[in-house]
């Protein structure tokens, strides 16, 4: 072999080389923004980051055009865990929950690996609403407990982006990551609500009233507005035990707090105060706009008999103590304030319950 084809070799060799070397830094430049976005993923601390980070974080991480996630919810409960964390479904828009999976996709018959292959808009539209443009996509399942949960769909307007030919181990993977994240929001939420909630009314409890209460009255002071209090018991609820046992206390209380919640407007806070006892936040109303609230829950509390078993109906009456409160700029003490105001509706509702009852006092 000449000095010249021995030159040649050398240089195709370097060649090589240098090409085998781009491909690993390329490789190692991938594998480390993988790892920084499942840790992303995992650090996520409630749904809208989760959320966030899996349409937002890895589409742009991965440049596609399209990162979808679907989530079967049949129970509508993550989206009440949305709503109850005061965010809109609507701001998700690439998050597409469905109350079951059947005829989204042929794929979700039989789902257990990733699957690449071309977009095909029959099959695929439901998954990628408004995309227009998308030539191959990615779809990876969100399994738990071996069973499905949703997918996590990347789409690309890159007809080879993703091939039926390609490995899948890597996307495999990412869907486990994915799901372990999406899986540890939903039960944190949980946990927060279920520290917060009332099981048997659905409605906020008194550890929520306790530190709302005191945003509401923060907010007030800033803006100057007033809060208003409406401390709402349930009438001779003793007497309903009594006489009809515990399970219709409890439907009595449900349907009140149904009943009551029928009424309210969105920006209210309401919670079970204790046992027959409820409390609705309203700011920004004056006292007159107060007392004709309070008049409208009296009303649809005991306009209806409830039928606690067929044949048998219970007539429910409420009691309601209103006070209101503005306080000044200066006001530092707002525990202080919240206890006032508490106590001036309680004073009101005693009232209310000496007069004879189903009746509205105001502080």
């Known amino acids: 072999m000449s000095a010249r084809d021995l030159e040649g070799e050398n240089r195709e060799l370097r060649a090589r080389i240098a090409t085998l070397v781009d491909e690993a830094a390329n490789n190692e430049r991938l594998l480390k923004r993988s790892q920084e976005r499942e840790l992303e993923l995992l650090k996520a601390e409630n749904l809208a980051q989760t959320f966030d980070a899996i349409c937002g974080g890895l589409k742009e991480s991965y440049a596609l055009e399209s990162v979808t996630l679907l989530i ?56 990628f609403p408004g995309n227009a443009g998308i030539r191959s996509v990615a779809l990876i399942p969100l399994r738990r407990q071996d069973r499905l949960q949703g997918s996590l769909n990347f789409g690309s307007t890159d007809e080879r982006r993703f091939s039926r030919h390609l490995a899948t181990d890597f996307l495999a993977h990412l869907g486990v990551i994915a799901s372990f994240a999406i899986e540890n929001t939903i039960n944190r939420a949980r946990l927060v609500r279920s520290g917060l909630t009332d099981f048997l009314t659905g409605w906020h409890n008194r550890r929520y009233l306790n530190a709302r209460l005191k945003e ?8 100057g507005t007033s809060l208003t209090c409406l401390l709402i018991d349930l009438d001779r609820f003793k007497q309903i035990n009594d006489q009809h046992g515990h399970l219709a206390g409890d439907m009595a209380l449900r349907e009140a707090a149904q009943r009551v ?42 306009e209806t008999p409830l039928e606690i078993q067929p044949g048998v109906q219970l007539g429910m009456t409420v009691s309601i103590g209103v006070a209101g409160t503005i306080l000044a700029r200066d006001e530092p003490d707002l525990k202080a304030a919240a206890e006032r105001l508490l106590a001036d509706a309680d004073s009101a509702l005693y009232r209310a319950k000496q007069k004879g009852r189903n009746r509205v006092e105001l502080a």
């Open 72 to 127: 079967l919810d049949p129970q509508h409960e993550i989206r009440h865990l949305l709503i109850a964390d005061h965010m809109r479904v609507e701001d998700f828009p690439n998050v597409l929950f469905t109350d079951s999976l059947i005829g989204l996709a042929p794929q979700f018959n039989s789902f257990h690996r990733p699957w690449l292959g071309p977009y095909m808009g029959c099959d695929h539209q439901l998954l």
């Open 261 to 302: 919640d029928a009424h309210i407007r969105g920006s209210d806070a309401a919670a079970r105060f204790g046992g027959d006892e409820f409390v609705v936040l309203a700011p920004g109303i004056t006292s007159d706009q107060a007392a004709v609230l309070a008049e409208r829950i009296r009303l649809a509390v005991c």
């Open 216 to 223: 509401e009255l923060a907010r007030a002071q800033r803006q």
